[in-house]
């Protein structure tokens, strides 16, 4: 965080009003446009995908098709936690804490999952460490992080099930990440915001992310 913070300007409750006013007609424009990108993302065709895709689960082993336990969507977080890490990626970590209470994914007819490449000791262990409860399954041994062209960085990836067949209708990785993180929502509310270098006006040096901690370790 830099050493000298620009605070806004001091107005009265009228100018403030005006000037808050002013802002909101700017945001329903942006609430339009992600309506309408949100529209064109729920029309972008899918890809079919091998539901038998093996899991390694605390419940056993599992298939793709398995891990939607009925409902029509899945969305699947893959996280960066390899064979052999002792500590998840902390961004990772962020996501994960932000993750709600999944009942509400539930009623509108999506699970939600997270995978990693570790093996499943491995990613018990770290749940352990983190207080998790969020269902988290083991790609170890499977081409699924390869298959979803995940490599060894994170991603999102969203399936659709029509009866016991699977398909793939979306990914993102890099920026498409904050989506999920209402952390990151919160702090753009802020007058300084997330207080990284690229932001305008913002008062922070530091460089996108490099803040992240793991809940336990600020």
């Known amino acids: 965080m830099g050493e000298t913070m620009t605070l806004p300007k001091i107005v009265s409750p009228e100018e403030w009003q005006t ?3 002013t802002l909101l007609v700017k945001e329903k424009e942006l609430t339009k446009a992600q309506d309408a990108l949100a529209a064109e993302r729920r029309r972008l065709p899918m890809v079919r995908f091998d ?18 336990e009925g409902r029509r969507q899945l969305i699947v977080y893959h996280f960066m936690l390899h064979p052999g890490d002792e500590v998840g990626c902390p961004g990772c970590s ?21 995978v990693a490449p570790a093996t499943l000791a491995e990613i ?6 983190m207080g998790w409860t969020v269902p988290w399954v083991s790609a170890h041994g499977s081409e699924f992080t390869a298959d979803c062209g995940v490599g060894g960085g994170f991603g999102i990836s969203v399936f ?4 016991d067949e699977v398909f793939r209708t979306y990914f993102t990785t890099g920026r498409g990440g904050d989506q999920l993180v209402g ?14 270098d690229w932001e305008e006006d913002s008062p922070g040096t530091d460089a996108p992310s490099s803040w992240w901690r793991r809940h336990n370790e600020y």
């Open 124 to 129: 018990e262990r770290y749940k352990t460490r």
């Open 160 to 163: 659709l099930r029509d009866g």
């Open 183 to 196: 952390t990151l929502r919160y702090l753009d509310l802020t007058p300084f915001g997330r207080q990284e």
């Open 51 to 68: 539901a038998k895709y093996e899991f390694d689960t605390p419940a056993g082993p599992k298939s793709l098709l398995d891990l939607f």
């Open 19 to 21: 000037a808050r006013d």
């Open 94 to 114: 962020l996501v994960v804490d932000n993750i709600g209470h999944l009942a509400h994914l539930h009623a509108r007819d999506v699970t939600l999952t997270v």
